[in-house]
């Protein structure tokens, strides 16, 4: 008598377990996505996929907004794209896929030149190039490129 | 009423024999033990129905030509020339399938449809390919070219080549104004007999005249003193029941003697260059063969001997790449008057001669080619096989925009998927298809470009041309980095998509880039070669099994 009571309650404790876990599987899938933050790639390569990082932390975020944020509409620039179509180091691009708040949809940097994508496409001015050296010096300290790329592609700025 | 019986039985089992003997006539056209032995099997099986190839009629073939070449057919075939498919106009038996001129009578007239035939042992092949007769002087209003004598030309000489010629004229080739050789149905490139032999001193000029228009003169060429010295001149390989050999490194207008032992057998002179003799009386295996030439009296050394190989040792033929839809096959390795037969699948789809031999079928994805040389009675081993492609194959053209959307395409699709003109939308990279994965340490030209091969990319060939319209892609290396492809559009210039970037035609310099070899290509400074990929005309449908 005691055993088909047990087994039926094991089964439903199991089966809303099972439950709650796919819940929080998908939740912490979505919070770990938000988490990730702004993934930003540093367009060098043309046949190996391009290295990349995610702006995780508060204060890596909000400089980037503040360099956004700072930067003044760029009138004179008539390309399409600042990422030019070359071999070897092109700009950085920072992907908002989580969709967080005041963040552009996309966002390109390249030699003086940055390109923001939300429901259009604007093109700012990153004075003295400080956008896109900052991020440079986040991925090497991330050691996403290591200290040869990081020294070939401040030489290409010469 | 016993004997009856017993008579009726053997009456029975006589009727039965005799109907057993019809059925067999019916069936097999004979009696056995008196049928004719069956055959001999070919790789397809017994009794192949036999057949010939369609012989080639070169072309174009020009209004007032009193001669036509013929190759592709079977060594002592009969062939038939015929004006608009029915009236025999030319023709003859020849040994020459590498090309044989027969003179046609009366002249070609402009709309002629020109065909040939070839007949052997009772069967005769279809009709050639038709080759309709043009009016030289409408295509070229400027007139008939300026022939171009080969030079030098020397003392003694008794043989002279003539190029850039309008084929189907009257060629005379003229020592101080006197004809001292001419051919009749001349082809593009044609050589004459100098009789006499050119003198030193002389002043030589060729004419040619079609339709009873003279050309323009040659440049005069002086005779000059024959050289002291004259080359040792190059046998090619001779085997059991072959009628000729092929002899190089001749001077222009020597006379070249081919010995056999102490007998000359074949010999003549020459225009400069490679000539082919035919042996008399034809050799036999083990005969030690061997070639001088000379001018007046300067004789070279004697050619190293040639021993004339057994016929196990007749090699297989070398069998270019045969694409869907080819009509003809191209051979070498062969001898130049061996009969050449053509296998799909173990059944006989050609048979002829020379180094281009017609199908009677054409190649179909996934036939497995074979052929084979015979000389006489002595038949090589089959060729390797070459399985024809399965996809046809067509270059793009530069279209950006396919490429260049802003969004999945551009994004997820880089330079290898570009190069081989397929959308995987998997930033395909080379080796993954055939479960390879590059890492850093293999980014080297060698390492990439093995990987592109697991995939089914092959090399470019020697010959510098894609096979079967491949498209023509090209591999650098960033060392230690990276790995970039191009590709040739049909336009003959080329592209490339650097990574997620857009595809473009111009190089980091802004310029077009000509050739990748050249191309301002930033860090990748290793180029590494080209290959070949099957590719097509409609943008990101490439053929190429990448992943």
Request: a neutral charge; hydrophobic letters at 35%; proline letters at 8%.
């Amino acid at each position: 008598m005691l055993r088909p009571y047990l087994a039926k309650h094991v089964f439903l404790f199991l089966l809303a377990g099972a439950v709650l876990c796919s819940w929080t599987g998908s939740g912490a899938q979505e919070t770990s996505s938000a988490k990730q933050g702004l993934k930003v790639t540093i367009s060098v390569y043309s046949g190996r996929p391009d290295p990349y990082f995610y702006l995780g932390s508060e204060t890596e975020m909000e400089q980037f907004r503040s360099f956004l944020k700072n930067a003044a509409v760029n009138k004179a620039f008539e390309r399409t794209t600042v990422i030019p179509s070359i071999l070897g180091y092109r700009g950085i691009e920072v992907e908002n896929a989580a969709g967080i708040r005041d963040v552009p949809v996309s966002v390109a940097v390249y030699k003086g030149a940055i390109e923001v994508r939300s429901k259009e496409k604007v093109f700012l001015v990153d004075k003295d190039r400080a956008l896109e050296q900052y991020l440079l010096k986040l991925a090497r300290e991330k050691k996403i490129i290591d200290e040869r790329m990081y020294d070939r592609i401040k030489a290409s700025e010469q | 009423m016993t004997l009856l019986a017993g008579k009726w039985n053997v009456a029975k089992k006589v009727v039965f024999v005799i109907a057993l003997l019809y059925s067999l006539l019916f069936l097999w056209g004979c009696c056995p033990p008196f049928c004719p032995p069956p055959p001999p099997p070919g790789p397809g099986g017994d009794g192949q129905k036999a057949m010939l190839s369609p012989p080639t009629v070169s072309e174009p073939l020009y209004e007032c030509s009193t001669a036509v070449s013929v190759a592709g057919f079977v060594p002592g075939a009969t062939i038939e020339i015929y004006s608009n498919g029915t009236a025999t106009i030319g023709g003859g038996v020849s040994d020459a399938p590498w090309g044989q001129s027969f003179a046609v009578n009366p002249p070609l007239t402009n709309g002629q449809v020109i065909t040939a035939t070839q007949t052997l042992g009772g069967v005769m092949s279809p009709h050639s390919k038709a080759v309709t007769v043009k009016s030289f002087f409408e295509s070229h209003p400027e007139g008939l070219p300026k022939p171009v004598l080969d030079i030098p030309i020397y003392n003694c000489g008794g043989a002279i080549g003539v190029t850039n010629l309008a084929p189907g004229g009257l060629l005379e080739v003229f020592a101080d104004s006197v004809v001292v050789g001419k051919a009749a149905g001349c082809g593009a490139g044609q050589w004459v007999f100098a009789l006499p032999p050119f003198v030193t001193g002389q002043k030589v000029i060729a004419t040619e005249t079609l339709c009873a228009k003279t050309g323009p003169k040659s440049d005069s060429v002086a005779v000059i003193p024959e050289p002291s010295f004259l080359p040792t001149p190059v046998m090619g390989p001779v085997y059991e029941g072959g009628k000729y050999c092929t002899v190089s490194s001749i001077t222009n207008g020597a006379t070249v003697t081919v010995f056999n032992g102490p007998q000359p057998i074949a010999g003549h002179a020459c225009s400069g260059g490679g000539q082919v003799f035919r042996l008399n009386p034809q050799p036999a295996a083990g005969d030690s063969l061997n070639a001088v030439q000379g001018l007046c009296s300067s004789i070279s050394p004697t050619s190293p001997p040639v021993v004339v190989k057994p016929c196990s040792e007749l090699p297989a033929p070398k069998l270019s790449p045969v694409c869907i839809g080819d009509n003809m096959v191209t051979v070498s390795g062969t001898a130049p008057d061996a009969r050449i037969r053509v296998y799909a699948n173990g059944t006989l789809v050609g048979d002829g001669g020379g180094t281009t031999i017609n199908l009677l079928q054409a190649a179909q994805a996934g036939d497995v080619i074979t052929v084979t040389q015979s000389l006489k009675n002595c038949t090589s081993p089959l060729s390797a096989p070459f399985a024809v492609g399965k996809t046809t194959c067509s270059i793009p053209g530069y279209s950006p925009g396919f490429w260049n959307d802003g969004g999945t395409v551009q994004d997820h699709n880089n330079c290898y998927n570009y190069s081989n003109n397929k959308r995987t939308d998997t930033f395909a990279q080379p080796g993954r298809a055939a479960g390879l994965s590059l890492g850093w340490a293999d980014m080297r030209c060698d390492r990439v470009l093995d990987a592109a091969k697991a995939d089914g990319i092959l090399p470019l060939p020697p010959s510098g041309i894609c096979p079967c319209k491949k498209d023509k892609i090209a591999l650098v290396v960033w060392p230690d980095e990276d790995y970039h492809w191009y590709r040739q559009d049909s336009g003959g210039k080329w592209s490339h998509k650097p990574g997620h970037t857009e595809a473009t035609n111009v190089d980091n310099s802004q310029h077009a880039i000509a050739s990748p070899e050249t191309a301002d290509r930033g860090g990748y400074t290793e180029f590494c070669g080209y290959f070949c990929s099957c590719s097509d005309e409609q943008q990101g449908q490439g053929h190429e099994n990448i992943q």
